[in-house]
T-cell receptor, first 112, second 110 residues
């Protein structure tokens, strides 16, 4: 299995609080991605990174920011969590453009 | 970004072939077509990818239409363990943006 770890795996937080999810890889892959998964919507891209300090927005980036200060870590931050951000969040990594991506086990976030 | 259309669900009998379709009429010439599957309570798993030519690997085959506006994932002999959600996805642009369709839920009957 690809070396990719998401933390925390589960989190409950209150509306209005900041939340940071971490994706850590040991594969030295260039590309990293954050998705959210909700019933009826499949996987939606939030942000992605194509190198250290190189990131771009995905389909549903409002309310989220990311940072990648080193190859192995990609952080997703909810600046002020809302109930609409209750979801399962997946991180993925990819070595190169044609190659498949490997996914973490997901983080279940509940905003109350 | 390429927009995708997949049926919501499909059923198959065990040990029969399964053809899972994906329509992507707005795909660009350099977008890679990927397929992933997701078992219950797990993260998605890469299955196969292609650009223009049909592809085979140990898990499945990928058939890409000549105009690239559609593709089909082929499972040659469905097993109960193949019951999952199957997503077609696209890797776009030099920065490798990876976006997914909504997925097909495959049920396999014994």
């Amino acid at each position: 299995d690809a070396g990719i770890t998401q933390s925390p795996r589960h989190k409950v937080t209150e509306t209005g609080t900041p939340v940071t999810l971490r994706c850590h890889q040991t594969e030295n892959h260039r590309y990293m991605y954050w998705y959210r998964q909700d019933p009826g919507h499949g996987l939606r891209l939030i942000h992605y990174s194509y190198g250290v300090k190189d990131t771009d927005k995905g389909e549903v980036s409002d309310g989220y920011s990311v940072s990648r200060s080193k190859t192995e870590d990609f952080l997703l931050t909810l600046e002020s969590a809302t109930s609409s951000q209750t979801s399962v969040y997946f991180c993925a990594i990819s070595e190169s453009r044609p190659k498949g991506a490997f996914f973490g086990q997901g983080t279940r976030l509940t905003v109350v | 970004d390429a927009k995708t259309t997949q049926p919501n669900s499909m059923e198959s009998n065990e040990e029969e072939p399964v053809h899972l379709p994906c329509n992507h009429s707005t795909i660009s010439g350099t977008d890679y077509i990927h397929w992933y599957r997701q078992l219950p309570s797990q993260g998605p798993e890469y299955v196969i990818h292609g650009l223009t030519s049909n592809v085979n690997n140990r898990m499945a085959s990928l058939a890409i239409a000549e105009d690239r506006k559609s593709s089909t994932l082929i499972l040659h002999r469905a097993t109960l363990r193949d019951a999952a959600v199957y997503y077609c996805a696209f890797n776009t642009g030099a920065n490798s943006k990876l976006t997914f369709g909504k997925g097909i839920t495959l049920s396999v009957r014994p």
